[in-house]
């Protein structure tokens, strides 16, 4: 059996983005495997966060695990510095990566920015944290999006150092698990830019807590170019906002690109986006909408009245099974 783990950072709203590129596919996981998933509050001090926004958005990202069909009795579900052997490994792993290794890491080049002199040395040593989340467990699978792959090549050159280093087999070269079609899914208003909770315009991104209404409202305004759609995927070059929202289509309704094609070839977008809302709306139902939406209700309800520690995540050890 694959040991899967994987991260969620929890710095504000949950999207569209994060549902279908990660937690969906933690969902799907489930089945045939053992599931560790991690709220990463810990690699969200890399950057400011407001302490009480941080609590806030730790429970809320619990909440929206469980509430798309992440299941606490089978799968384990935590927060990150809860267990305390995260920063422990962490620093042993600080000795086994190399300077090298790490100066060529793209994700700190875009986020220190041009001041990279005052980045958090956290910041800087990120990615051995994430190789520590995922070696203390020994997963041998980790789902991720296309912007951490390089994290995780870095995580198998950790463990493979130290294993060399130590004459062991301790820690697994871990697989990248990049899964399904809408990996990416970009911006309702600019086909070019990712779907981002820092985007400024709320119109630009479809919230998990949107209700059917302003997600069709927000589709609707969702910029797109005057074509029809075209019936193959090779029509869909240079047409970032018409790919984009095929792209969701086909994740929301589990089709391929060319079946919804074959399917909506032709039509102008006044009549897809209808269709798309129904689906983003309302069909995806006990997935990213209907139940979702209650037992998101449900679990902060339990977490108002006190019982939270009851109903909530465990922990696991490293070395536990
Ligand atoms: N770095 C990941 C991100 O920003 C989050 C993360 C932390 C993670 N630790 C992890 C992902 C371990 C997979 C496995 O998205």
Redesign the pocket.
């Given at each position: 059996m694959d040991r899967i783990?994987?991260?969620?950072?929890p710095t504000g709203n949950l999207h569209l983005g994060n549902y279908l590129g990660?937690i969906r596919n933690f969902v799907r996981l489930q089945e045939g495997n053992e599931c560790i998933y991690?709220v990463?509050d810990l690699?969200a001090i890399t950057m400011w966060q407001d302490p009480d926004e941080l609590r806030q958005s730790t429970r809320e990202v619990t909440a929206a695990f469980i509430a798309s069909g992440i299941d606490p009795k089978n799968s384990i579900i935590f927060n990150?510095s809860q267990n305390p052997h995260h920063a422990e490994l962490a620093w042993i792993f600080n000795c086994v990566a190399r300077l090298g290794w790490l100066n060529r890491m793209t994700?700190f080049k875009d986020k220190a920015g041009k001041n990279r002199e005052n980045a958090s040395v956290g910041l800087y040593a990120?990615?051995n944290?994430?190789a520590a989340?995922?070696l203390a467990y020994k997963?041998t699978h980790?789902?991720?999006?296309e912007?951490?792959k390089q994290?995780?090549e870095l995580c198998r050159d950790i463990a493979q150092k130290f294993n060399n280093d130590f004459g062991t087999e301790v820690f697994p070269i871990t697989e990248p698990l990049i899964l399904g079609p809408a990996t990416r899914v970009m911006s309702l208003r600019d086909g070019s830019a990712k779907m981002s909770k820092s985007d400024p315009s709320d119109n630009s991104r479809l919230n998990l807590t949107d209700d059917a209404d302003a997600i069709a409202q927000k589709i609707r305004r969702a910029r797109t170019d005057p074509d029809a759609l075209p019936s193959e995927p090779a029509g869909l070059e240079g047409r970032p906002e018409a790919a984009n929202l095929v792209g969701i289509y086909a994740a929301l309704s589990d089709k391929s690109i060319e079946d919804v094609l074959a399917e909506m070839g032709g039509k102008m977008f006044s009549e897809f986006k209808p269709v798309l809302a129904d689906v983003a709306g309302v069909k995806a139902g006990p997935d990213w909408r209907g139940n979702a939406a209650a037992r998101r209700r449900q679990c902060l309800y339990r977490q108002r009245a006190g019982r939270w520690r009851r109903a909530g995540p465990r922990t696991v050890r490293p070395g536990d099974a």
């Open positions: 783990f994987s991260g969620v950072q990660a991690c990463v690699h990150q994700q990120y990615p944290l994430m989340d995922i997963a980790v789902p991720v999006g912007d951490q994290h995780l």
